[in-house]
């Protein structure tokens, strides 16, 4: 009994658009990769069924790394606005500061 053989998803995407392209038959593709004709069905109907989510899957994609982009550059907008409050707030607290003997009047 012949053990089962593992396809990776670029072979199966590979043999299954073969099969939708027509340019071959199917006969010729089970022979050239050695796989049941009933498998290339399945990976063809996958294909169609499942086709239109590598597309939805980028754009979703190019979404979040757009709204990334967004959330990056406000977060250095706010760094750089706390760096300067920061770097003014040691300065004039640097001017008013006491020194050690002296009493704060009030």
């Not at 089962?4 to 089970?30: M, P, Q, R």
């Not at 796989?35 to 069905?41: I, K």
Request: hydrophobic content about 40%; overall charge positive; some cysteine.
């Amino acid at each position: 009994m012949r053990q089962k053989k593992k396809w990776s998803a670029t072979a199966k995407f590979e043999i299954a658009l073969l099969a939708v392209k027509g340019e071959t038959t199917l006969n010729e593709i089970c022979q050239r990769f050695e796989v049941a004709p009933g498998q290339v069905h399945v990976w063809k109907k996958q294909l169609f069924e499942q086709g239109a989510q590598v597309f939805s899957k980028a754009d979703k994609s190019a979404t979040t790394a757009a709204q990334q982009e967004r959330t990056r550059n406000s977060l250095y907008e706010k760094i750089g606005q706390l760096t300067m409050e920061r770097d003014f707030l040691k300065k004039a607290f640097g001017k008013f500061q006491l020194s050690k003997g002296e009493d704060l009047l009030i």
